[in-house]
Each structure stands twice: as C-alpha cells, then as structure tokens.
C-alpha cells in the first residue's frame, strides 16, 4: 500500500489544502481511504486515522506501507507493526542515529527497501494525478474548506465505484473511468 498527499491548487497557487490518500499496489490501483485537511495539519497525524479505516482484509495482506518524508515518525513505525506490516519511509543517518533508527535507514536504503518505496512512481502518484485529471478539481474550481473538502473526497469515492464497476463488468482497463464520464 502507498500512503500520500496531494496540495491543491488554485490558478497555480498552492490554495491551503491536502488529501492524504492510502492506494493498493499491483494490477489494480484503488484508493484505498482518503481524507481532507487544512495544509497546515502534518501528514503524520493523519496516518492512524487513514489506517484505522482500512478493512481487516487489507491489512491482513499488507507487508509494506510506503510513505513521503511526512510520515517520518518513529510512532507510525511502531504503530504500523502493531498493525502487521511495516512503514518504509525515506530515513536520514544523522550524526548520533539511535539504532533502531538506523535499521530503518539500513532497510530503506537496502534493495528491497528502494524497490518498495520505487512503486510510488506507479502507484499512488500516478493515482492522485489520474483522479485530478478525470474530475478536473486542479486547480479547484470552489472556495472554503468544507465545498473544497466535499468536491475532494466525493471524486474519491466516485473514483473507487467506478473502479469496482469496471472489474465487476470485466472492462478490459479498470481504469478507463475517463471515459465512462465521457470527459
């Protein structure tokens, strides 16, 4: 799974907002649960909200969840292995680098460490783009925290009904959501 964010923008100005999104990865890229924020609430403070949200089933086949630097936070790492799977987030070696802290950067840094965070760049980012894309909210066309929360999260969950519409019709894409819109 792929934990990340999303700045909204306005006519090219960063406007104040995030959606922090948790996608599968493999031959379908779902989001998985999302949530709405001011831009000044740290990605960190959401992730126990977002995985909480998860279905057992999904937590139950998770190995690995990976993260941008913003969940960074030695209580998501011990928070994702009560939960059964493991964080892999960029991790700097500082100076005086406790050791438990230095087996994140040895892993993070190790070949499967690189392998799974690489999937971001097919998984979640591409996602966060594609239903930017499909829905048109970039740059957000309303204004105020609730309207733009409502937009967000609504082209979400049309996303994931879409997605399970086309896999349950046996579409050759599932995510030819696009085009169902007509858009």
């Avoid at 799977?85 to 840094?109: G, S, W």
């Avoid at 594609?130 to 309303?142: C, E, G, N, Y």
């Avoid at 999260?153 to 696009?178: E, F, G, H, M």
Wanted: proline share 5%; glycine share 6%.
């Amino acid at each position: 799974m792929q934990c990340g964010d999303l700045a909204i923008q306005r006519a090219g100005w960063i406007f104040g907002y995030k959606l922090h999104l948790i996608s599968s990865t493999g031959s379908i890229i779902v989001p998985l649960a999302a949530d709405f924020t001011t831009a000044n609430i740290p990605d960190n403070q959401l992730y126990d909200i977002l995985t909480a949200s998860l279905p057992l089933a999904i937590i139950g086949r998770t190995l690995y969840m990976s993260a941008d630097p913003g969940y960074d936070d030695h209580k998501l790492y011990d928070l994702s292995i009560d939960i059964g799977f493991q964080l892999v987030c960029p991790v700097q070696r500082y100076k005086n680098t406790p050791a438990d802290r230095i087996k994140l950067v040895e892993f993070y840094e190790s070949n499967v460490g690189q392998a799974i965070y690489s999937l971001r760049s097919i998984s979640i980012e591409p996602l966060i783009e594609h239903i930017k894309s499909v829905f048109r909210i970039d740059p957000l066309l309303v204004r105020g925290y609730a309207k733009a929360s409502s937009v967000v999260l609504l082209s979400v969950l049309l996303y994931q009904i879409l997605v399970y519409y086309n896999c349950k019709t046996k579409k050759d894409n599932p995510r030819a959501i696009k085009y169902m819109l007509g858009t």
